[in-house]
């Protein structure tokens, strides 16, 4: 046997020039794999890889192929019984049904909001250097609906039409 360099097992080397004969022999007797490698000190991987390299006929599955129908099992009475067989069924069981739940309903939606004054809330505008303790913000009175006093306003909203002509002169700052 020789060790692998990345495994911690050893890796089984048959000598199939004496083992062939055998593996042919109890491979044709209808044993698994598993046994003739037993038989052979080898792996059934090993057995199995050798009969196809060789051209044996094959195993069959023991998975039967999708679609095929199931076997049905039949109990045996025994002689002299008054009662009949039962028969087990493996057809495939049918699923129960869910009960459909109804959602419940919308909840009708709630009376709008109206607003009786709004009132102005002071200017978020930052001052200074954020990194310094003189930092702060403008805290002047601001328009309603919008973050900024109407002078920071004027600093922090560009109208579309100016943004237009700096990009036709080629300033785009």
Not at 5 to 19: C, N, S
Not at 63 to 70: A, E, M, Q, S, Y
Not at 133 to 142: I, W
Request: aromatic share 6%.
């Amino acid at each position: 046997m020789a060790l692998n360099a990345k495994r911690t097992h050893a890796i089984e080397t048959v000598d199939w020039a004496k083992h062939e004969a055998k593996l042919r022999e109890m491979w044709e007797e209808g044993h698994s794999g598993s046994v003739i490698g037993r038989a052979l000190g080898c792996s059934k991987s090993a057995v199995v890889g050798k009969a196809h390299r060789l051209g044996l006929t094959p195993r069959p599955s023991p998975i039967p192929p999708p679609g095929t129908p199931k076997k049905i099992a039949v109990q045996r009475v025994p002689k002299g019984s008054a009662t009949l067989p039962q028969v087990a069924s493996y057809a495939a069981p049918r699923r129960a049904t869910r009960p459909v739940i109804q959602a419940p309903p919308e909840p009708p939606p709630p009376p709008p909001v109206v607003f009786q004054s709004v009132k102005p809330q002071p200017c978020c505008f930052p001052l200074g250097d954020p990194g310094t303790p003189a930092f702060r913000f403008c805290e002047a009175a601001g328009v309603p609906g919008r973050p900024y006093c109407p002078d920071h306003m004027r600093v922090a909203y560009v109208p579309v039409r100016d943004m237009r002509d700096n990009q036709s002169k080629g300033d785009l700052a």
